[in-house]
């Protein structure tokens, strides 16, 4: 079975642009959670979705959006983009909404320019 | 807790030796922590779990502990190899309700095996 996978992998932007991540789960996960990793530091929260409605959302402004589709595919989308959003985007799946293992992609990484 | 600063803290080990990476988590309510570990350019990779009824865990050539009176965990890796040169992460979930799945997760900790 494939893993989480996340596309693109690598991405340059320039300031004020908007960018949109994506993002697709383990097969037969319902769960797909974001998180934003800047160089050095754990991961953080962005978003969670559970059988397409957002279950949780971090300390992120409302720049920042996402919503996940029928098949539980999700995408990530980043308006009026600033140098400070440059970092790993990283997609977990879990297979129900709480405290179950969440599996990583190998994430997206946005350049910020 | 949330993870802060540049400077990961770094345990620097011989081949063959065992392991133990510490952490302190923040929310006395959370009742489930993974422990992952992440290479150079990849994304977290799920290790072990563990949930607050427990207070160890044994996997393959890991083994978590969990002390709740002092909100520690502790990841044990026996006989380190030079492939488990990573940084290691542990994450908690603080069970917000609502079902969600928020991970809180730590500083990290670089670990550095020495052949």
């Known amino acids: 079975d494939a893993g989480v996978t996340q596309s693109p992998t690598h991405l340059i932007k320039t300031r004020g642009q908007q960018v949109t991540l994506r993002c697709s789960p383990i097969s037969g996960h319902k769960s797909v959670s974001w998180y934003q990793q800047v160089l050095g530091q754990g991961p953080q929260f962005i978003f969670q979705y559970y059988e397409k409605e957002e279950r949780g959302r971090g300390n992120f402004p409302d720049r920042f959006s996402a919503r996940q589709f029928p098949n539980y595919s999700s995408e990530l989308n980043v308006n009026a983009l600033l140098l400070g959003d440059s970092a790993l985007y990283l997609c977990?799946?879990?297979?129900?909404?709480?405290?179950?293992?969440?599996?990583f992609g190998q994430g997206t990484r946005l350049t910020v320019v | 807790g949330e993870s802060v600063g540049l400077h990961l803290p770094t345990l620097s080990v011989q081949e063959g030796d065992n392991s133990i990476i510490n952490c302190a988590y923040s929310?006395?309510?959370?009742?489930?922590f993974i422990w992952y570990k992440q290479e150079s350019g990849k994304g977290p990779q799920f290790i072990i779990d563990i949930r607050s009824n427990m207070d160890k865990r044994q996997g393959q050539r890991v083994t978590v502990l969990l002390n709740k009176t002092v909100k520690h965990l502790s990841l044990q890796i026996a006989a380190t190899q030079p492939g488990d040169s990573a940084v290691y992460f542990c994450a908690e979930n603080p069970n917000y309700g609502g079902a969600t799945n928020k991970l809180i997760f730590g500083t990290g900790t670089l670990l550095a095996v020495q052949p």
């Open positions: 929310n006395s309510a959370s009742d489930y």
């Open positions: 977990a799946s879990s297979s129900t909404g709480l405290n179950t293992e969440a599996f």
